[in-house]
């Protein structure tokens, strides 16, 4: 466990949490369920030694909040098929690049000879297209609601500045439709959510009205601080114990109800929503697909390039699929630190810094043991 900053706080809460959640569980008859949706908090379970430190009565079921780990097949077939056109540079994040296509990752295909760069940010692939006018630089675009304001705020720059060598293969995609369609699965039993602090900043705890009205689940907004994820815990906690079911917020100093209207009227400027669409371990999500608007089919490099329609053959075991859908826990997976790990994964949730899979590898000390996370 490392050293925490706010210790005595953090002690505070966890004597707090600890009996709350034995008594719900008593009277429960059996764990609270708790899903906490982003992978960045699965990493902070592990990190900070809460699934140690907190009572067995709480059980973490892993959710499907990484980009990277629901990033389709067929997406990493059509990169690379762009990034082996003649003078064409492919851009990303660091993070799809090990993800596995159909035959090869990114990675394997740079290692090929492809022109594949990793940057930080879209602003910095629309710099190398200003850099290399006689090539096509297109960035392959990823993530929930927290990275879609800085893909538009890259489209808007790339019109204005009449750039005509760069072009985004949009792959976004939302998390409120993500999250319905898993409720509406009906495959797990939830008692309720731990929201991510990042993309409620961009679509506010308004945005997560449904998951309480309509689904009659609670869910608390997070930051990723050890004492802003124990107190959205205890929270949640409160919530079950007085019988309530609302949106609450536990990170009020970085989300506010409404969320940030810069950025999601440089959103609605440039995406169209509303599209179905087939993801990595989930199958079709209704409605949480991403696309440019027409008015910047110049920068749409699937009008662009036209790459191929085929679905892409997944080579995933279906242990990935039922851990992203919390339905098994990243150790019952029999290939778990056997035949995959993060030097040689199998599935992309071995793959991400965001990762549940890679979340337990990293931090679990014995890797065969099953522990409440
Ligand atoms: S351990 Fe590997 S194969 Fe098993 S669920 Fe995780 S990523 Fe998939």
Known sequence: MREFRDAARVQALIQKIAPLADELAAAFGRPIQIMEVCGGHTHAIFRYGFAQLLPHSIEFIHGPGCPVCVLPVKVIDEAIAISAKADTILTTFGDPMRVPGTSQSLLQAKAHGADIRVVYSPLDALTIATKNPHKQVVFLAIGFDTTM????????????????????????????????????????????????????????????????????????????????????????????KEGRCETENAYARVVNHRGNLTALAAMDSVFDYGEDCQWRGLGWVENSGVRIKPDFSAFDASKHFSPSAEPGIQQEPCYCQQVLKGQRKPNQCPLFAKHCKPEHPLGALMVSSEGACAAYYQYLPDKETGIHG
């Not at 900043?201 to 009205?209: E, H, K, R, S």
């Open 149 to 240: 304001p800085s893909t538009a705020l890259t489209l808007t720059t790339a019109k204005a500045q009449g750039i005509n060598n760069f072009s985004v293969l949009c792959h976004h995609i939302r998390l409120m439709p993500t999250l319905e369609a898993l409720l509406a699965g009906g495959d797990i039993q939830l008692d309720g959510f731990i929201g991510p602090g990042h993309v409620s900043m961009v679509i506010g705890t308004d945005a997560y009205q449904p998951v309480a009205k309509v689904h009659h689940k609670p869910l608390v907004v997070a930051g990723f601080e050890p004492v802003d994820f124990l107190l959205a815990l205890y929270q949640l906690l409160i919530q079950l």
